[in-house]
């Protein structure tokens, strides 16, 4: 028994002792939305997302909280010395007993009036801030998103191009076992044989690097959408069979415009600048309150003698406090927030000009995918015509070997070139997806 004839047996005890997979892998079909699914509930990497989230959330309810009113109390008990009274010359000295337990009670309420703005401004800016944590997160959402396209689709090309290269393979093999009968017969020679097997042999390499470069994608994919290591995935075959949209491009700008996740974290910096610059205006601005409260504290020490009594009482009314040194510190801070606002403005402005640009590129490869289908799909109508003429004159002994493996190599380049540019196509368009912000 040859090595092939082993290897083969071999393989197929296994697949009939281990089911379809020998790898001892789960194998699952799936689509590329099933696989965004997926991701969003298992991925690691958008979990910190997720948290910040949360915490942003919460950081508009603190800044909520600063327009209830603010309630201090305090409670002392302490020891009192007697005292003393003297002339003013320091003669003269009489001791002044004094009641030795003192106590406190206060309690006072402040209900912010009016703050220049800073209360209100400061729920905005968190809110704000929390809708900049959730455009971080749909971004990085949409670049999880657009990566495991990307393993998914290498599959899917790298799993097309393993069938052709086995179906070329075979071909090569029939081709070999054709030269060695013809060998026998005196018809051909050695050389050809050894140098088509060679051919064999590098397809049969091939499809090892094949094989690698699909384990070491899978391994990828499983792992960034938060799947179990052993899982194995298999693409949807009815994705070449999809219908892909070809709207204009004017369309895609203008979803680019309403969608794009950079876009918007971009415009949600602008006013959280704005928001930082009104805070800083403030605080040339006086804060108003109404004010409530009421003491009670003992033994009363401003008589004399001390009377051991406690004496309680409460007020209400306004309160206006106004710093001075914003007069002359606030402008550096102003000018800083202004500044900062201003860059903002320039960001936002900046990351419109790169998506606008992006959609545009990516629009153009998009439509250029579908024409290098067409040409691909050519390629390969003259590469087997001229494989099966070259083949032809071969047998009949009127072209060299040289000829036939120039002719097998174009037909399995034409080949793979084709399952390309039918992968090309999803891919751009997905590209193009993750560009205007609706992957």
Not at 136 to 158: C, E, H, M, P, V
Not at 332 to 344: E, Q, V
Not at 397 to 405: E, P, Q, S, W
Not at 423 to 428: E, P
Request: aromatic share 8%; proline share 3%; hydrophobic share 40%.
């Amino acid at each position: 028994m040859n090595n092939h004839r082993l290897l083969t047996w071999l393989l197929a005890a296994a697949m009939l002792s281990g089911g379809a997979d020998v790898c001892g892998r789960t194998r699952r079909v799936i689509t590329i939305d099933q696989l965004f699914e997926i991701a969003e509930t298992n991925s690691i990497q958008l979990r910190p997302s997720f948290t910040l989230e949360e915490e942003a959330r919460r950081e508009i309810s603190v800044a909520r909280s600063n327009r209830l009113p603010d309630i201090n109390t305090s409670l002392s008990l302490s020891y009192i010395g007697d005292g003393f009274t003297t002339k003013r010359d320091f003669s003269d000295y009489q001791r002044a007993p004094i009641p030795h337990l003192g106590s406190g009670l206060s309690i006072t309420v402040t209900q912010p009036v009016f703050a220049g703005g800073a209360i209100t401004n400061g729920i905005e800016l968190a809110r704000y801030k929390s809708m900049a944590v959730r455009f971080s997160t749909d971004l990085q959402r949409d670049n999880i998103r657009f990566q495991l396209a990307g393993f998914y689709l290498d599959i899917y090309k790298f799993a097309n191009l393993r069938a052709v290269v086995e179906k070329n393979t075979e071909l090569a093999r029939k081709v070999v076992a054709e030269m060695k009968a013809r060998h026998e017969q005196g018809v051909a020679l050695q050389n050809d044989v050894i140098r088509y097997e060679l051919l064999v042999e590098n397809l049969k390499l091939q499809l090892i690097k094949i094989d690698n470069t699909i384990d070491i994608l899978n391994r990828n994919l499983v792992t960034t959408a938060g799947m179990p290591d052993d899982t194995e995935i298999v693409p949807d075959t009815t994705l070449l069979a999809r219908s892909l949209p070809l709207s204009p491009e004017s369309w895609w700008q203008q979803e680019a415009e309403n969608n794009a996740p950079a876009l918007k974290l971009a415009g949600s910096g602008v006013e959280i600048s704005r928001r930082t610059e009104a805070i800083t205006k403030s605080e040339r601005l006086p804060k108003i309150g109404l004010q409530a409260g009421w003491n009670i504290n003992g033994p009363i020490l401003v008589e004399v003698p001390p009377i051991n009594r406690n004496l309680s009482y409460w007020y209400v009314g306004v309160g206006i406090s106004y710093n001075l040194s914003s007069v002359f510190k606030t402008n550096k801070s102003l000018s800083k927030s202004r500044a900062a606002t201003r860059a903002a403005i320039d960001r936002a402005d900046a990351t419109r000009e790169n998506i606008t640009l992006g959609v545009r590129a990516d629009y153009i490869r998009y439509l250029e995918a579908y024409e290098e289908l067409k040409t691909q799909q050519k390629s390969v109508e003259l590469a087997v015509k001229n494989y099966n003429t070259i083949s032809t004159r071969y047998m009949e002994g009127i072209a060299l070997i040289t000829d036939m493996l120039d002719a097998a190599n174009s037909r399995l380049d034409a080949e793979q070139q084709l399952v390309n540019a039918r992968i090309d196509i999803i891919y751009n368009y997905y590209k193009l997806l993750f560009t205007s912000g609706k992957i």
